[in-house]
């Protein structure tokens, strides 16, 4: 499966729902999700992530941000049509440990 990791949060760019053939992309307040369980790892999404936030979960270190994917991608609503990022999702392109300051 492929997850969406730090630098997604706070910057929610949203291109990645737009081309998912599976839509298996979930919506929180700051930062989507992906199903693990739903993706069928076409790795279509990871090149058109402006904030390059999204990988294989074969990456090193990735694995709470499985656990993360995984947990939310149950309790939060699927998204599939882009809207607006937010208005200052530049200023958070590339902040470090997002998680630990934003996620809520
Ligand atoms: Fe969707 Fe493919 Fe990305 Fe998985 S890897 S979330 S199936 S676009
Ligand atoms: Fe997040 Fe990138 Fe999608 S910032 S919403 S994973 S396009």
Redesign the pocket.
Known sequence: ??VVTDNCIKCKYMD?VE????D??YEGENMLV?HPD?????????PECPAEA?APDTGSGLESWLELNAKYAESWPNIAVKREPPADAKEFDGISNKREKYFS
């Open positions: 499966t492929y990645c081309v998912c053939p599976v298996c992309f992906i739903e993706c069928i790892d076409c790795g279509v999404c990871e999204i």
